[in-house]
């Protein structure tokens, strides 16, 4: 199974995005990440996306590296047959009776 993991929110403990701040690098992972992302790392494909531009894609990888996170893709694309997403902000779809009530 592959598997996308989102960054902010999910992986670090950082869930204010877009923000301005500029210190993100300094925010500890999300409890559980780490243990989490090594677990499931045996037995799926995992990569990282992220809404981060392309001028930060280097400091997720180093943020990842300086908190013992295996090495993992680092992208702002979504990758062909993924078959889950893992998103702090993401609303389930069900259906757009159940969508449409998220914002009216």
């Not at 590296?65 to 979504?78: I, M, Q, S």
């Amino acid at each position: 199974m592959t598997i996308s993991l989102d960054f902010d929110g999910v992986l670090v403990d950082h869930p204010d995005i877009p923000s301005d701040d500029k210190n993100w690098w300094k925010d500890k992972p999300v409890r559980g990440s780490l243990e989490a992302v090594n677990e499931l790392s045996k037995n799926h494909s995992l990569y990282i996306c992220t809404a981060r531009v392309d001028g930060e894609l280097p400091l997720v990888e180093k943020w990842l590296r300086d908190n013992a996170f295996p090495k993992l893709e680092v992208t702002n694309k979504k990758k062909p047959y993924t078959d889950i997403y893992v998103d702090d902000r993401a609303i389930r779809f069900t259906n757009w009776n159940d969508i449409y009530k998220y914002f009216t």
